[in-house]
C-alpha cells in the first residue's frame, strides 16, 4: 500500500542540515493519483514516497531519513532501499563537485531515491553502473512522456539539442548511524568505491535527479547552455506524470543492475552518447591540464580518451567538453 506522509506536523523545527526533519505533508492529489495508477510499475519504489514543498536538498532529506534522524513515515525498522523524497523546490540543490542545481518552485522535478546495488550478483559492478543505468532510464522515462530524443553525456548528464535538461547525483551514505545527514560523499562511479559497509562497498546509495521541466529564466552563467522539456516542446508536460514514469523506468533498470545485465546497460547508453566517441574533452590531473579525444566507456563506465598513442581511463573528476 503506498504510504502517504500526514498533514500533521511532529516538530516545526528544521533538523542540522535544514532539512524539514519534523514537518510531514500529504502527497498533492495529482501526484497520488499517477503513483497509484502505476504501483505496479513502480516496484522497489512503490511503497515510501515523500513530498516537501520547500528542502534545501533532497539528497539530504533522504540520507536524513535513511538514517533515521529524521522520521516522517513514523518509524522504520527496516532498510531504507525504495524511499522516494520529492520537492517542489530545492533552496541548496546541487550537482556533481558542488556545482549549484538551480531548483525555483514549481518548475522541474528534484527527486531523490535510496538503493542498494551492493545486494546486485555482481555487487562491485552495480555499484559502478548505477549512475550510468540511471542515465538510460531517465532518458527513456523522457522519451516515453515527450517524445523528444535524449542525448547522454558522461558521467550524469541529459541533453536534448545541444543543452542541458537534466543531472544526476549519486552520493554514498558512508555513516549509517542517525546522525543529521548520514555522511553522505560522492559516488566514485568506475573508480574504487567507498570503503564503508561490507566487502568495500557502500551499503547504499542516495541517487538525487534533477529535471527541466517547465520554460524560466535561468541564471545568466547557464542560460545559454540550458533548456527545459516544455521550451524543446513547446506544449505543457504533466510533472507528476513524468515523475512516475521515471520512477517507473528507474525500477525496470535497478532490476537490470541486480540481476548483473550489465551488457544490456552498458549498449543503451553507448547508443545514447554520441559525444562519448570523437570529442575534444579537458581535465586537470595532478601533473596539469590534460586534453585528448573520447574513445568510448570502458565496460566499468570509466571515460576512455585518446592522447596522443595512448589512452586515459577517466574514473572522475571535473571534464569539460571542448
Do not use: C
Not at 525504495?82 to 550537482?95: C, F, K, S
Not at 522515462?141 to 536534448?160: C, F, H, M, R
Amino acid at each position: 500500500m503506498l504510504r502517504r506522509p500526514s498533514t500533521s506536523a511532529l516538530r516545526s523545527n528544521r533538523s542540522d542540515d535544514g532539512s524539514p526533519e519534523g514537518l510531514r505533508y500529504e502527497l498533492p492529489e495529482p501526484l497520488a493519483s499517477a503513483l497509484a495508477r502505476s504501483r505496479d510499475r513502480l516496484g522497489v519504489f512503490a511503497s515510501d514516497v515523500l513530498f516537501f514543498p520547500t528542502v534545501e536538498s533532497t539528497n539530504d532529506v533522504a540520507a536524513s531519513v535513511a538514517s533515521g534522524s529524521a522520521n516522517p513515515l513514523g518509524g522504520r525498522s527496516r532498510e531504507p532501499e525504495g524511499l522516494v523524497v520529492i520537492a517542489d523546490q530545492q533552496t541548496a540543490g546541487r550537482g556533481r563537485r558542488g556545482h549549484t542545481w538551480f531548483s525555483p518552485p514549481g518548475s522541474g522535478l528534484y527527486v531523490s531515491v535510496v538503493l542498494m546495488p551492493a545486494r546486485s550478483s555482481d555487487p562491485r559492478r552495480a555499484t559502478m553502473l548505477l549512475t550510468i543505468a540511471a542515465g538510460v532510464a531517465l532518458a527513456e522515462a523522457i522519451e516515453a512522456q515527450t517524445g523528444l530524443s535524449v542525448d547522454l553525456k558522461w558521467p550524469n548528464d541529459l541533453y536534448i539539442r545541444n543543452k542541458k535538461v537534466g543531472g544526476i547525483l549519486a552520493e554514498a551514505r558512508t555513516d549509517r548511524r542517525r546522525s543529521a545527514r548520514g555522511s553522505l560523499e560522492p559516488l566514485r562511479g568506475a573508480n574504487a568505491p567507498s570503503d564503508s559497509g561490507g566487502g568495500g562497498l557502500p551499503a547504499d546509495i542516495i541517487l538525487g535527479y534533477g529535471i527541466n521541466v517547465r520554460e524560466i529564466a535561468y541564471p545568466p552563467e547557464i542560460s545559454d547552455r540550458s533548456t527545459s522539456l516544455e521550451s524543446e516542446l513547446g506544449r505543457a508536460v504533466d510533472r507528476y506524470e513524468l515523475l512516475v514514469e521515471t520512477l517507473a523506468s528507474l525500477s525496470t533498470r535497478f532490476e537490470d543492475l541486480l540481476a548483473g545485465r550489465f551488457d544490456v546497460i552498458l549498449d543503451d547508453w553507448r547508443r545514447r552518447a554520441p559525444a562519448a566517441r570523437g570529442a575534444r574533452v579537458a581535465w586537470m590531473t595532478t601533473d596539469g591540464p590534460q586534453s585528448g579525444v573520447t574513445a568510448g566507456i570502458d565496460d566499468d563506465g570509466a571515460l576512455l580518451v585518446h592522447v596522443g598513442e595512448r589512452v586515459e581511463r577517466i574514473v572522475g573528476g571535473e571534464v569539460t567538453w571542448l
